[in-house]
C-alpha cells in the first residue's frame, strides 16, 4: 500500500527555518502531483504548496517567497523548505498524493513567538 511518511517537524522560534521531508513508498514522487497541506487547531485545512508531475509549483500566498516545495526523484521523496517562520504558520503538516487520495498522518510544527 502506498505510504507517505512526514518527518522534520518540531518546535521553533518566530523566524526560524525548518525542513519537512515526506518519504514515499510505493508511489512515484516524479510522476505525481505532490503536495503540503497544513491544519491549524480550529480552522480548514489548506493547501500550503503545490509541485506537478511537470514540476510547476504553486504556494498558499502566505507561504510566498517563505516556503520552498522540492522532490528528490532518486530517494522518492518531498521536501518543503519553511523559513521566516511566524506562529500563524503552527499546524499540523500532511504530505499527500491528493489527486490519488493518498495521505501521510502529518506532524505537527510549532512556532513560538
Known amino acids: 500500500q502506498v505510504q507517505l511518511v512526514e518527518s522534520g517537524g518540531g518546535l521553533v522560534q518566530a523566524g526560524g527555518s525548518l525542513r519537512l521531508s515526506c518519504a514515499a513508498s510505493?508511489?512515484?514522487?516524479?510522476?505525481?502531483?505532490m503536495a503540503w497541506y497544513r491544519q491549524a487547531p480550529g480552522k480548514q485545512r489548506e493547501l500550503v504548496a503545490q509541485?506537478?508531475?511537470?514540476?510547476?509549483?504553486t504556494y498558499v500566498d502566505s507561504a510566498k517567497d517563505r516556503f520552498s516545495i522540492s522532490r528528490d526523484k532518486a530517494k522518492n521523496a518531498v521536501y518543503l523548505q519553511m523559513n521566516s517562520l511566524k506562529p500563524e504558520d503552527t499546524a499540523v503538516y500532511s504530505c499527500?498524493?491528493?489527486?490519488?487520495?493518498?495521505w501521510g498522518q502529518g506532524i505537527q510544527v510549532t512556532v513560538s513567538s
Open positions: 499527500a498524493a491528493p489527486v490519488l487520495n493518498f
Open positions: 510505493r508511489i512515484t514522487v516524479s510522476l505525481n502531483t
Open positions: 509541485i506537478t508531475s511537470g514540476g510547476t509549483t
